[in-house]
């Protein structure tokens, strides 16, 4: 048998929220390589004697993923956890990971992702929401087209922000989207929103619910998920006549 991955979806960071065959995994591996944030998250389920731990920085990734891979023995398994659910918002990482260990000797297992987490808390469904990610590296232009559209649509929106250190014209916070969708004619100040900031921590978690036009100027940590919600609730006693 060959090194075995496993990309670990650890939820947005309460250890609650930390499924079990998760704490199984994370248990039974020889290596775990983290952000310092998710090795928080599982600090329980890690044995510092017996396990290899090692923590990840942007910087030193690619280093470290790569030196963990060449000391791992063939049978030996190493867990890459990951906030919220590793399917999400993650792929820069996860497409890096699948490369150097190859697709079949990596499993990734689920998460509960803080868009789940803020669609429960406002009540809007997943599935008739445009849900994106700004949290990337690359050019987000285009998502910002398709924001503008779903929101014109009617849609809810669940969003990533985008949060960048250095170069502020890259920056797309909570404000940055209030005003971005203002100067493309959207009455701002008609659309209700939430932001809510270190969701699941039970001592630092914040919400924020009003008006899209009142988020312009105001700062969020960079652990933040914002919603647009233009729900129309819709049961199925509406469609009762066509079953
Ligand atoms: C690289 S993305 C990872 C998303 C993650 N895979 C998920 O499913 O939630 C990081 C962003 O996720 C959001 N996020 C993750 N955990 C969060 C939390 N506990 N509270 C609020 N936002 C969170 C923030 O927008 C943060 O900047």
Same mark, same amino acid.
């Given at each position: 048998?060959?090194?075995?991955?496993?990309?670990?979806?650890?939820?947005?960071?309460?250890?609650?929220?930390?499924?079990?065959?998760?704490?199984?995994?994370?248990?039974?591996?020889?290596?775990?390589?983290?952000?310092?944030?998710?090795?928080?998250?599982?600090?329980?389920?890690?044995?510092?004697?017996?396990?290899?731990?090692?923590?990840?920085?942007?910087?030193?990734?690619?280093? &470290?993923?790569? @030196? $963990?891979? /060449? %000391?791992? *023995?063939?049978?030996?398994?190493?867990?890459?956890?990951?906030?919220?659910?590793?399917?999400?918002?993650?792929?820069?990482?996860?497409?890096?990971?699948?490369?150097?260990?190859?697709?079949?000797?990596?499993?990734?297992?689920?998460?509960?992702?803080?868009?789940?987490?803020?669609?429960?808390?406002?009540?809007?469904?997943?599935?008739?929401?445009?849900?994106?990610?700004?949290? &990337?590296?690359? @050019? $987000?232009? /285009? %998502?910002? *087209?398709?924001?503008?559209?779903?929101?014109?649509?009617?849609?809810?929106?669940?969003?990533?922000?985008?949060?960048?250190?250095?170069?502020?014209?890259?920056?797309?916070?909570?404000?940055?989207?209030?005003?971005?969708?203002?100067?493309?004619?959207?009455?701002?100040?008609?659309?209700?929103?939430?932001?809510?900031?270190?969701?699941?921590?039970?001592?630092?978690?914040?919400?924020?619910?009003?008006?899209?036009?009142?988020?312009?100027?105001?700062?969020?940590?960079?652990?933040?998920?914002?919603?647009?919600?233009?729900?129309?609730?819709?049961?199925?006693?509406?469609?009762?006549?066509?079953?």
């Amino acid at each position: 048998m060959s090194k075995k991955l496993y990309v670990v979806g650890v939820g947005p960071g309460s250890p609650l929220y930390l499924t079990d065959i998760a704490k199984e995994v994370i248990r039974k591996c020889h290596y775990i390589m983290g952000y310092k944030y998710t090795l928080k998250t599982i600090e329980t389920f890690i044995d510092k004697s017996r396990q290899k731990v090692s923590e990840i920085t942007l910087w030193n990734q690619e280093v &470290v993923y790569l @030196d $963990i891979y /060449k %000391k791992m *023995k063939n049978n030996e398994y190493c867990a890459v956890p990951f906030t919220g659910d590793a399917s999400f918002s993650e792929s820069e990482v996860v497409d890096r990971l699948l490369e150097i260990f190859g697709d079949d000797n990596v499993e990734i297992l689920p998460g509960i992702s803080s868009i789940q987490v803020a669609a429960a808390k406002t009540k809007v469904p997943l599935d008739k929401a445009y849900i994106a990610t700004f949290h &990337v590296t690359g @050019d $987000i232009e /285009k %998502k910002k *087209k398709e924001l503008i559209h779903a929101v014109n649509e009617g849609k809810s929106v669940i969003l990533l922000p985008r949060p960048w250190s250095g170069d502020l014209t890259k920056r797309f916070m909570e404000s940055d989207v209030a005003m971005f969708l203002k100067k493309n004619g959207i009455k701002t100040s008609a659309l209700n929103t939430f932001v809510f900031e270190y969701l699941t921590n039970k001592e630092k978690e914040t919400a924020f619910k009003g008006k899209v036009s009142e988020l312009e100027g105001q700062e969020f940590s960079d652990l933040s998920v914002m919603v647009i919600d233009q729900t129309k609730r819709q049961t199925y006693l509406e469609f009762e006549e066509t079953r």
